[in-house]
């Protein structure tokens, strides 16, 4: 059964730092293109990041320079180091598939205050 677990959300002061978790259960991990979302109040999810199963990586030009994903497919799990925090990235953060098509899991919230 597929089930994603996100980890590693906080609250941090504007330039602080926190890196994200995503855990994989089930042996479709190495089979996909992965990617971070992120949902803040009253906003549809977005795109963050994406890492394809080689390791390229691709970045939404909000956090590009800030982020980075990375993934270990051995373990079937994925990372989100997110330096340089800013308010405006307050939000859920999830991860699923390029396609956002997998069982989405409980997310993991991030804050930034000012």
């Known amino acids: 059964q597929v089930q994603l677990v996100e980890s590693g959300g906080g609250l941090v002061q504007a330039g602080g730092s926190l890196r994200l978790s995503c855990a994989a259960s089930?042996?479709?991990?190495?089979?996909?293109?992965m990617a971070w979302y992120r949902q803040a109040p009253g906003k549809q999810r977005d795109v963050v990041a994406t890492?394809?199963?080689?390791?390229?990586?691709n970045y939404a030009d909000s956090v590009k320079g800030r982020f980075t994903i990375s993934r270990d497919n051995a373990k079937n799990t994925m990372y989100l180091q997110m330096n340089s925090l800013r308010p405006e990235d307050t939000a859920v953060y999830y991860c699923n598939n390029e396609y956002g098509n997998l069982p989405w899991g409980q997310g993991t919230q991030v804050t930034v205050s000012s």
């Open positions: 890492i394809t199963r080689g390791g390229t990586a």
């Open positions: 089930g042996s479709f991990f190495g089979l996909f293109a």
